[in-house]
């Protein structure tokens, strides 16, 4: 069992930015591929952004590419999600997640194991 605790969200005007980190328990974290979704009211879950276990391989949905950044630091067992340029339409729930899979689709939320509780993101215009 992985425990996920996000935090760092927060009320953001547009144009600005947030960055959000998650903290994973255990000590395989380096083991494990991660990943941010998130929710917007009324809407699905969406991939936002994904990691390889050394950090060196990173995965962007289009509508964040060039405005986030995903990175890690195995020696904390934390993953973070640097947000710039933020829009209203960033607005969700963020959730960070687990994979112990391998050679999974991970920009599909079926390939995570383990979720956050997740932490808000508003983007006021």
């Known amino acids: 069992q992985v425990q996920l605790v996000e935090s760092g969200g927060g009320l953001v005007q547009a144009g600005g930015s947030l960055r959000l980190s998650c903290a994973a328990s255990?000590?395989?974290?380096?083991?494990?591929?991660m990943g941010w979704f998130r929710q917007a009211p009324g809407k699905e879950r969406e991939f936002v952004a994904a990691?390889?276990?050394?950090?060196?391989?990173?995965y962007y949905a289009d509508s964040v590419k060039g405005r986030f950044t995903i990175f890690r630091d195995n020696a904390k067992n934390t993953v973070y999600l640097q947000m710039n340029s933020l829009k209203p339409e960033d607005t969700a729930v963020y959730y960070c997640?687990?994979?112990?899979?391998?050679?999974?689709?991970?920009?599909?939320?079926?390939?995570?194991?383990?979720w956050g509780q997740g932490t808000q993101v508003t983007v006021s215009s």
């Open positions: 997640a687990v994979s112990t899979k391998y050679d999974a689709s991970y920009r599909r939320g079926w390939a995570y194991d383990y």
């Open positions: 255990g000590r395989s974290f380096s083991t494990y591929v």
């Open positions: 990691i390889s276990t050394s950090g060196g391989v990173t």
